[in-house]
């Protein structure tokens, strides 16, 4: 298995369509780079073998239905394979989530199926709704982003007891507190 080389938008007849293969969906900036490319629907097909596996998968998930006002489609293994190695066992759920704004899930959770039973979920997504509520929403966090504020991390350092922000204790809190110019770097800064 290697890394891929970008990530694919689908222009189909339903929808504008991506897929983050189960960890992919624990990056941010995964799904946000497909929204902001114009992803409607992105899929997430996972194989989780325990329940803290596969919560990290869900909730991580749900934030960026959220984030990125984007319908996620989850589909995960369940069942056993005990003559296969590394999947004797699978916790998953299948699940369509909407953003969590009016006129969506209420809970964001469109339909969900039950845990580790094979089946399939459905549910109608309204894609002119979507693409609505991305421009007029209660929150707009695709509009929103102030990329500028990710140039720089600033780094305060007690010089009282010696502190550094780049030195071997940690920062502590409280009085006598000091700006140290940090150098500006990210994808968003000029000459980085």
Do not use: W
């Not at 222009?11 to 293969?21: C, S, W």
């Not at 194989?47 to 984007?70: K, L, P």
């Amino acid at each position: 298995m290697s890394r891929g080389r970008g990530f694919y938008l689908y222009h189909t007849e339903y929808g504008k369509i991506a897929i983050l293969v189960c960890y992919d969906v624990e990056f941010p900036e995964a799904a946000r780079v497909l929204a902001e490319a114009g992803a409607q629907i992105l899929f997430v097909p996972s194989c989780t073998d325990e329940r803290q596996g596969f919560c990290r998968v869900r909730y991580c998930a749900q934030a960026r239905a959220i984030e990125n006002q984007i319908y996620i489609v989850m589909a995960g293994t369940v069942g056993n394979l005990p003559d296969v190695p590394y999947m004797a066992t699978h916790y998953g759920q299948a699940a369509i989530l909407t953003p969590s704004d009016y006129f969506f899930a209420r809970d964001g959770i469109a339909a969900e199926g039950t845990v580790n039973q094979e089946q399939m979920v459905i549910s109608d997504v309204n894609l002119d709704l979507l693409d609505e509520r991305r421009i007029s929403g209660t929150l707009i966090p695709l509009n929103d982003l102030i990329r500028d504020a990710y140039d720089r991390v600033i780094h305060y350092a007690d010089r009282r007891n010696g502190d550094s922000p780049t030195g071997p204790r940690a920062l502590t809190p409280g009085a006598g507190i000091e700006l140290v110019s940090p150098k500006p770097r990210g994808p968003y800064t000029s000459g980085s």
